[in-house]
């Protein structure tokens, strides 16, 4: 599947600080500007969105970039995804830029780290663009925070997994994706205070280790982990790259079964692992929702019939209304959980 295509740039937005260049550009391309009047109120026809995921070397990303793509081509909009190889914390910066170059109408980013990307990201809404997160957010450089699923949620299901598993004593470890990622680290804050204020889990959290969403480096993370802690009862990995990556490992060690690993992880990712008896549970969601309802968030933005307020309301498409609450932040869905019995109910979740 070819997930990462340029479609061109069906339109584009005079930007007041490259008011030269870009009419030149539109005078080459011959379109014109989707919104006329900077997008409050306008029309949102043919606008251009482009999708900027955490890092290209992740299957979680395609599963995200299929709802867009579906999405982009119900609204006719012109699709693009470009993202990083890697998720270090400024990689997405020269990404950004150049969409502010080209005018794109919306800029939809799962942020690697939130105060890497704000200063690119300002420039562009400056400029007169909509910029939405998804996935992992920007607090103070967007309109809209497309969320998977309520944060504590996702803390509070991991965790329940991981007591189900082995109850609520023993030395435990998390081994996360980058240590700037705000998705990650919110769900670890939660697990935290969860830990603290929740008489039944007396773990004892060892290590909080961070693979950086490299299936490499999360291996080595995970057989890490196991030599210095070797009591350890169980590992949470609240990243797609991690448990799949200590899943490999531990279902050919001498720790398959022994230790426990709960997380989120991608359905067609684990389902051996669950099927060798190496994972018993684990959750996630359906990735394709959160670029499908990003892109219907990018037309009401575009069109002026929400700014990103609390109490604001737009149409999801297939998925129903949804309102934005607090703080720009719009909860896609709840959390799926999976085992052996659910799991090849779930091969649709597939990249
Ligand atoms: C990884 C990424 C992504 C996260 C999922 C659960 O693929 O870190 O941001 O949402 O895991």
């Given at each position: 599947m070819e997930l990462f295509r340029n479609h061109g740039k069906g339109s584009r937005r005079v930007l007041a600080v490259a008011a030269a260049g870009a009419?030149?550009?539109?005078a080459l391309t011959g379109c014109q500007p989707?919104?006329?009047?900077?997008?409050?109120?306008g029309s949102s026809e043919g606008a251009s969105i482009t999708f900027i995921p955490k890092n290209l070397d992740n299957p979680y990303t395609g599963v995200e970039l299929k709802g867009g793509e579906e999405a982009t081509a119900e609204l006719g909009f012109t699709y693009n995804a470009v993202a990083p190889l890697d998720a270090g914390a400024d990689s997405q910066v020269p990404?950004?830029?150049?969409?502010?170059?080209n005018g794109t109408d919306v800029i939809a980013i799962a942020a690697n780290d939130p105060n890497a990307v704000c200063a690119a990201l300002n420039e562009a809404r400056d400029g007169g663009a909509k910029?939405?997160?998804?996935?992992?957010?920007?607090?103070d450089c967007r309109d809209l925070f497309i969320n998977q699923v309520d944060s504590k949620e996702?803390?509070?299901?991991q965790l329940r997994q991981l007591f189900d598993q082995i109850g609520g004593t023993g030395e435990i470890a998390i081994l996360s994706a980058t240590a700037t990622a705000t998705n990650q680290n919110a769900w670890i804050e939660a697990m935290i205070q969860e830990i603290e204020d929740n008489p039944d889990y007396e773990w004892d959290l060892v290590a909080?280790?961070?693979?950086?969403?490299?299936?490499?480096?999360?291996?080595?993370?995970?057989?890490?982990l196991l030599q210095s802690y070797p009591n350890l009862k169980g590992i949470i990995s609240p990243t797609t790259v991690g448990i799949a990556a200590t899943a490999r490992y531990l279902s050919t060690s001498e720790y398959k079964g022994k230790v426990a690993l709960v997380g989120l992880g991608l359905p067609p990712q684990m389902k051996e692992y669950v099927k060798d008896g190496t994972v018993i549970g684990f959750a996630l969601w359906d990735p394709s929702d959160i670029g499908y309802l990003t892109t219907y968030a990018a037309k009401a933005l575009l069109e002026g019939t929400i700014t990103g307020a609390e109490g604001d309301v737009f149409d999801g498409g297939k998925l129903g209304e949804y309102t934005v609450g607090k703080d720009g932040l719009v909860v896609v869905g709840s959390l799926l959980e999976f085992n052996a019995e659910n799991i090849d109910d779930y091969d649709y979740i597939s990249f």
């Open positions: 009419a030149i550009a539109l989707a919104t006329t009047d900077g997008g409050d109120g990404f950004i830029q150049t969409e502010v170059q910029v939405i997160a998804f996935d992992s957010d920007a607090p996702v803390a509070l299901g909080t280790v961070y693979g950086d969403d490299d299936d490499t480096k999360s291996f080595q993370e995970a057989q890490g």
